[in-house]
């Protein structure tokens, strides 16, 4: 089994800066893939950031603002936010691809959230 769990998040005023953690843990042998996702009150849930190996990608959204990065010594995934908008208010997910074993087998499943709000 394994479990995604969420961190960092708070209330920022705007132009401030958050980092989001998304640590895996239980059967864990790597992160093949971890997405970061955020939902607004009464809008879709929407991709924020991806990766996969070494490959990144942005909404364009945040491109420049944000940044996704990995570390493997630990099973985690961050995403550093800076210059937050009031607009990147939203319940923030991360979304994991997880090695489980070595011989190729994921699991692929989502973290609980965590609460992102921007606001003076």
């Known amino acids: 089994q394994v479990q995604l769990m969420e961190s960092g998040g708070g209330l920022v005023q705007p132009g401030g800066s958050l980092t989001l953690s998304c640590a895996a843990s239980?059967?864990?042998?790597?992160?093949?893939?971890m997405d970061w996702y955020r939902q607004a009150p009464g809008e879709q849930r929407e991709l924020v950031a991806g990766?996969?190996?070494?490959?990144?990608t942005y909404a364009d959204s945040v491109k420049g603002r944000f940044t996704i990065s990995r570390d493997d010594a630990k099973n985690t995934v961050k995403l550093q936010m800076n210059s937050l908008k009031r607009e990147d208010t939203a319940v923030y997910y991360c979304?994991?691809?997880?090695?489980?074993?070595?011989?190729?087998?994921?699991?692929?499943?989502w973290g609980q959230g965590t609460q992102v709000t921007v606001s003076s």
């Open positions: 979304n994991g691809e997880i090695w489980i074993d070595h011989v190729g087998s994921t699991w692929t499943g």
């Open positions: 239980g059967s864990v042998v790597g992160i093949h893939a």
């Open positions: 990766l996969t190996g070494g490959d990144t």
